[in-house]
């Protein structure tokens, strides 16, 4: 995953395990910069029950306004 980002010249600000609806996921958060523009990611990538991956990917240009948001999403986010 490191390696894909540091391709785009991102900066990789965190990688660690957390769950999704119980399920062991993996939460990146990442800044970029494109076009004179910062944007911050956070995505979880999540094996379901099923054996299949779900990617979730949250996007801003102002992680300072959404980053509370963003959290509350990560922890209720269910799979079906």
Request: charged share 25%; hydrophobic share 40%.
């Amino acid at each position: 995953m490191r390696a894909d980002y540091a391709k785009l010249h991102a900066h990789v600000l965190v990688i660690k395990s957390t769950t999704v609806d119980g399920d062991t996921a993996i939460k990146a958060a990442v800044r970029a910069w494109c076009q004179g523009v910062t944007v911050s990611e956070t995505q979880y990538e999540v094996r379901t029950k099923d054996g299949r991956f779900c990617f979730i990917t949250l996007d801003t240009d102002n992680p300072a306004a959404y980053r509370r948001t963003f959290k509350k999403i990560g922890t209720t986010m269910h799979l079906s």
